[in-house]
Structures are given as C-alpha cells and as structure tokens.
C-alpha cells in the first residue's frame, strides 16, 4: 500500500510540471509555426514579384 501513496504522491506533484512543460512545448511549436509560416508567405511574395517582373519583361 506505501508503494501505491507514493506512486501516487509522485504522479500529483509531478503533474503540474507536467503541464507546465507541455505548455511550454505547445507555445514554443505555436511561435515556430507562425514564424515558418511568415517565412513561406515572405518567400512566396518574393517568387511571385519576381514572377511578374519577368512577365512584364517578357511583354515587353
């Protein structure tokens, strides 16, 4: 029965921490995603100017 409290007690404690790291890993994943995404949408911009420049030059 001792081996069972302590398991217990084990688990409560180390919830918290538990969250807290989750948390932390889901903001951290939450800022690294929105930063990939800035990225390709920078990118993307970027192709797609120099798409049209080239277009124009080649209407020209």
């Known amino acids: 029965m001792r081996l069972g409290s302590a398991v217990v007690a084990v ?4 919830k918290p921490f538990f969250f807290a790291h989750v ?5 951290s994943f939450c800022s690294f995603v929105s930063s990939m995404v800035v990225w390709i949408s ?5 192709v797609r100017w120099n798409m ?3 277009w124009w030059k ?3």
């Open 23 to 27: 948390l932390l890993l889901s903001s």
């Open 58 to 60: 080649l209407k020209v």
């Open 52 to 54: 049209d420049l080239d």
């Open 42 to 46: 920078v990118v993307m911009l970027l």
């Open 11 to 14: 688990e409560t404690t180390a």
